[in-house]
C-alpha cells in the first residue's frame, strides 16, 4: 500500500509515492541575528529572518508488487527532478508544503532494500525564480489609492509633534 506522502509536480502532472515512508522531518527555523549582522535591512524583523523551509523523508521504494524496475526508474526521475530544479509540492499528513526543490538525495540498495532502495529526500523552499527563500516577512509597496494632500505644520505645530515623539531642537 503506498504512503499517504506525495510528491507533486505540477509542471509535469505527475504526482509520486512511495512502497514505504519511514520518517518525515519537517525543519522551520529562524536565523537570529548577531551583533556582527547589520543592524537594518528588511530581511530582518524583531531580530530574526525566516530560513527556507526543509522537509526531510526517508522513504523505501521496491519492485515487490510493482512492474520490474520501477524503482530504478524512481530514482531516476528524482535524480532529473533535482538536475533540472523543478519545484514540486510536497504533501504530508502534517502539512503541504508548494514551491520546494529536492535539493538532496541519498540512497542505498542492500539486503533490507528488497529490490529497491533506501534512502532521503531532503526538500527545501523555493521563491518562485528557484531562489532558495530566506525570507517572507519583507514588506511590499501596495498602492491603497491616492494619498491624503499634504499638511503644512508651523514651526510651533512642529516643535510639539517632535516633542511628543521625544525629540527635542535645539
Known sequence: MPSSVKILVPSYGFTYTFCGVLSVKHELSLKIRTDQESAYGTDYVNGARNQPDRVILTVIESDVGHPAGRADRMLQALENLKRTRTLCTVV????????????????????????????????????????????DNASAAVNTGPAAPARTLSETQLR????RAGIELV
Open 92 to 135: 504530508t499528513s502534517a502539512r503541504t508544503y508548494a514551491g520546494m526543490l529536492l535539493s538532496e538525495i541519498s540512497a542505498a540498495a542492500d539486503e533490507t532494500s528488497c529490490s529497491g532502495w533506501q534512502g532521503t529526500l531532503a526538500f527545501t523552499q523555493a521563491e518562485a525564480s528557484g531562489d532558495a527563500k530566506t525570507n
Open 160 to 163: 510639539q509633534l517632535l516633542l
